[in-house]
Every structure is written in C-alpha cells, then in structure tokens.
C-alpha cells in the first residue's frame, strides 16, 4: 500500500554532514507525520526527528542544534539534514511515517528499509 524508501546513507568523518531522504508513495490520502528512527548495535530504536503535517518538529536531545528535519509535503518527502556528526550517530537511521490511506481508518506508521550511516575517521 505505502512504501517508504531511504537514501543518502554513508561514511562519514567526525564532524562531518550527510543528508537522508525518504520518500512515500503508494495509497496516500494525507500523512499525519513523517520522521526518522535510529538503531545502534545493541540498542533499542529510538526516535532522532520528527515533523508533522503542520510543520512542528521535535528531536531527540543528542541532536538538537546539529540535526535538522524538513519536509516537501508535495513530493511526500522528508529530509534530515545531520551536520557535526560524532561516532555515537553511527546506526542504521529508519524513516517513518504516519498515513491515513482512507477516510474512514486512522493513520497508520510505516517503515522504510533503513540506511546505515557511520561516523568514523
């Protein structure tokens, strides 16, 4: 029904960037919210950055000030931008997104396939 697909993933630097994409496609009525998850080895997924359809945004403590999340409600895309990158961002990142499909069905979260990003000199 909705496919959610990532790019920009890589190997970074310290203290380098890199900027994720991911668009939606399929059968989408309206998406409530899109956002990014990361997961480490050894550690739970957790929530990096999210927007919802009105443009508020919220990040996780370890990101503010150096990540930022956007939006192309016209494209169904979300970007995160990931400025001054340490090795503790290294994780396979997730994007999400919560999409109402019909009118009469409350939103629904969907998942990419994930991209692996690492910060290593």
């Known amino acids: 029904q909705v496919q959610l697909v990532e790019s920009g993933g890589g190997l970074v630097q310290p203290g380098g960037s890199l900027r994720l994409s991911c668009a939606a496609s399929?059968?989408?009525?309206?998406?409530?919210?899109m956002g990014w998850y990361r997961q480490a080895p050894g550690k739970q997924r957790e929530l990096v950055a999210r927007?919802?359809?009105?443009?508020?945004?919220n990040y996780a403590d370890s990101v503010k000030g150096r990540f930022t999340v956007s939006r192309d409600t016209a494209k169904n895309t979300v970007y995160l931008q990931m400025n001054s990158l340490k090795p503790e961002d290294t994780a396979v990142y997730y994007c999400?997104?919560?999409?109402?499909?019909?009118?009469?069905?409350?939103?629904?979260?969907?998942w990419g396939q994930g991209t692996q990003v690492t910060v290593s000199s």
């Open positions: 999400n997104g919560l999409v109402k499909t019909s009118w009469s069905t409350p939103g629904t979260d969907y």
């Open positions: 399929g059968t989408i009525l309206s998406i409530r919210a």
């Open positions: 927007i919802t359809s009105v443009g508020s945004t």
